[in-house]
């Protein structure tokens, strides 16, 4: 049985192995998504446009415009002259924000009195406008500070210094890149085992499995196993990428990892031996494999805490294997996770898997039967 077994396995790997755009599609699309994730789909703003009109022109005020200038979240500063001019930038979504300093700004806080600063924001980009918003207020908050001690105003007793733990320079790359180590190896080895039966019955080979030797049992095995194997290579890859190529420090046991991936990978390889025999077609197995990649990387909490969902969506999460990797992976990597922590997430992977490969293995007993 072992053997036969053995053969299948090796079949499944050549089929993958010669097919010049197999290899291709298996390496260099998870790496360009890698970049792509990495990179673009980010939360961090360091390419802000903003306008300044600055009505005071007088040395304190200047000091406040230059220390927006010199901001390395901000790319590009345009001053503007007159207020009219405000509503043109905004509107035509030049800048997402403007800041306005009025004539007195100078005057007052010479006097002692407070000097006023407004932020015009565009509320079209909610999600940059806050964060911008957030960076403006900053920048002005230090400028007071300094300032107080220039002047010799008396500052606060208490001063507040926040502290991050784990990524103290909230370096964006350090959250999303792990979570990509989870993320590409579950598309990869989901859509090798989503074609594998669907690809036999297109090319007529399936009839072939039915009457050889092997039962129903041996070919799910044969056709689960390259796909085991080829995710866990992918993961490796995106790993190595991640530590070497992104620098994301790596700080956890190297076993709980791959132990995790590893059980990870084979619940994925349940869902996709299960679509696969769902389908009679490849094209079939990729629109399925499609809806579930789009709805499982959405209720993960990969781009969005799930903390904002509604109450329901927060229920089904908890049969997402994603959102439990995700956990493991962000931890092992910068928190250096302990087993137990590991193991509270790991146990739920381990029941959904269970669960994916017992029905998978069910469903294609019956198509088969």
């Given at each position: 049985?072992?053997?036969r077994?053995?053969?299948?396995?090796?079949k499944?790997?050549?089929?993958?192995w010669?097919?010049?755009?197999?290899?291709i599609?298996?390496?260099?699309?998870?790496?360009?998504?890698?970049?792509?994730?990495?990179?673009?789909?980010?939360?961090?703003?360091?390419?802000?446009?903003?306008?300044?009109?600055?009505?005071?022109?007088?040395?304190?005020?200047?000091?406040?415009?230059?220390?927006?200038?010199?901001?390395?979240?901000?790319?590009n500063?345009t001053?503007?002259?007159?207020?009219?001019?405000?509503?043109d930038?905004?509107?035509?979504q030049?800048?997402?924000?403007?800041?306005?300093?009025?004539?007195?700004?100078?005057?007052?806080?010479?006097?002692?009195?407070?000097?006023?600063?407004q932020?015009i924001?565009?509320?079209?980009?909610?999600?940059t406008?806050?964060?911008?918003?957030?960076?403006?207020?900053?920048?002005?908050?230090?400028?007071?500070?300094?300032?107080?001690?220039?002047?010799?105003?008396?500052?606060?007793?208490?001063?507040?210094?926040?502290?991050?733990?784990?990524?103290s320079?909230l370096?964006?790359?350090?959250?999303?890149?792990?979570?990509?180590?989870?993320?590409?190896?579950?598309v990869?080895?989901?859509?090798?085992?989503?074609?594998?039966?669907?690809?036999?019955?297109?090319?007529g080979?399936?009839?072939?499995?039915?009457?050889?030797?092997?039962?129903?049992?041996?070919?799910?095995?044969?056709?689960a196993?390259p796909?085991?194997?080829?995710?866990?290579?992918?993961?490796?890859?995106?790993?190595?990428?991640a530590?070497?190529?992104?620098?994301?420090?790596?700080?956890?046991?190297?076993?709980?990892?791959?132990l995790?991936?590893?059980v990870?990978?084979?619940?994925?390889?349940?869902?996709?031996?299960?679509?696969?025999?769902?389908?009679?077609?490849?094209q079939?197995?990729?629109?399925?494999?499609f809806?579930?990649?789009?709805?499982?990387i959405l209720?993960?909490?990969?781009?969005?805490?799930?903390?904002?969902?509604?109450?329901?969506?927060?229920?089904?999460?908890y049969?997402?294997?994603?959102?439990?990797?995700?956990v493991?992976?962000?931890g092992?990597?910068?928190?250096?996770?302990?087993?137990?922590?590991?193991?509270?997430?790991?146990?739920?992977?381990?029941?959904i898997?269970?669960?994916?490969?017992?029905?998978?293995?069910?469903?294609?007993?019956?198509?088969?039967?």
């Amino acid at each position: 049985m072992f053997k036969r077994i053995y053969s299948l396995i090796v079949k499944e790997l050549l089929v993958v192995w010669q097919d010049k755009k197999s290899r291709i599609i298996l390496i260099i699309p998870p790496l360009i998504q890698l970049f792509i994730f990495a990179f673009a789909a980010t939360l961090d703003v360091t390419n802000a446009s903003i306008a300044i009109l600055n009505q005071d022109y007088g040395k304190l005020s200047y000091e406040l415009t230059q220390r927006f200038q010199g901001s390395p979240f901000i790319k590009n500063v345009t001053y503007l002259d007159h207020v009219e001019q405000i509503k043109d930038v905004i509107d035509n979504q030049k800048v997402v924000m403007v800041v306005h300093i009025d004539q007195l700004f100078s005057k007052n806080l010479l006097e002692n009195q407070s000097g006023s600063v407004q932020l015009i924001l565009d509320g079209r980009k909610s999600n940059t406008a806050q964060i911008v918003q957030g960076y403006a207020t900053k920048i002005i908050q230090q400028y007071n500070m300094d300032l107080a001690k220039k002047i010799n105003l008396p500052t606060p007793s208490t001063i507040l210094i926040p502290r991050n733990w784990f990524n103290s320079n909230l370096i964006y790359l350090w959250f999303t890149v792990p979570g990509l180590v989870a993320i590409l190896t579950m598309v990869t080895a989901l859509l090798i085992t989503s074609l594998t039966i669907a690809r036999e019955r297109e090319l007529g080979t399936f009839d072939q499995l039915l009457v050889s030797p092997l039962s129903s049992m041996d070919i799910l095995i044969g056709k689960a196993v390259p796909g085991i194997i080829i995710g866990m290579a992918e993961g490796t890859i995106i790993l190595l990428a991640a530590i070497f190529v992104f620098g994301v420090p790596f700080t956890g046991s190297i076993f709980s990892l791959y132990l995790s991936l590893f059980v990870f990978v084979c619940s994925i390889v349940g869902i996709g031996l299960f679509l696969s025999s769902l389908c009679n077609t490849q094209q079939q197995a990729l629109l399925a494999t499609f809806i579930f990649l789009t709805s499982a990387i959405l209720l993960s909490g990969f781009g969005t805490p799930i903390e904002t969902m509604p109450k329901f969506f927060q229920d089904i999460t908890y049969i997402n294997p994603v959102r439990y990797i995700l956990v493991i992976v962000r931890g092992i990597f910068i928190k250096k996770l302990p087993f137990n922590i590991v193991w509270s997430n790991l146990y739920p992977i381990i029941l959904i898997g269970v669960f994916n490969l017992s029905v998978a293995s069910w469903f294609f007993r019956k198509r088969v039967g």
